[in-house]
Nanobody
């Protein structure tokens, strides 16, 4: 059974920064592509950033240049550094792991950007 546990969400002012973390409990963590999704009520779920087993990354256009995804395979951790946050970044952020059998999801962490 896979467990993905997010942390690091919270309330931040526009222009501020947050760092989200995801702790994974799965054998062979380093072999899996990981990603961050977000969803705000009334909006479609959006893939924010993705990182492959070899460290290749891709980002949604809306966060390019502001967000950075990274991973530490030894610690089975994934991170999302979010800078220059905007009100439209407000959402629940989900850690995901892509397996052949489907996508595994964490429980989500709320990020609210407001003054």
């Amino acid at each position: 059974q896979v467990q993905l546990v997010e942390s690091g969400g919270g309330l931040v002012q526009p222009g501020g920064s947050l760092r989200l973390s995801c702790a994974a409990s799965i054998s062979g963590f380093r072999l899996y592509t990981m990603g961050w999704y977000r969803q705000d009520p009334g909006k479609q779920r959006e893939l924010v950033a993705q990182i492959t087993s070899t460290g290749n990354t891709n980002y949604a256009d809306s966060v390019k240049g502001r967000f950075t995804i990274s991973r530490d395979n030894a610690k089975k951790m994934m991170y999302l550094q979010m800078n220059s946050l905007k009100s439209e970044d407000t959402a629940v952020y989900y850690c995901t792991l892509f397996r052949q059998s489907g996508v595994e999801w964490g429980q989500g962490t709320q990020v609210t950007v407001s003054s």
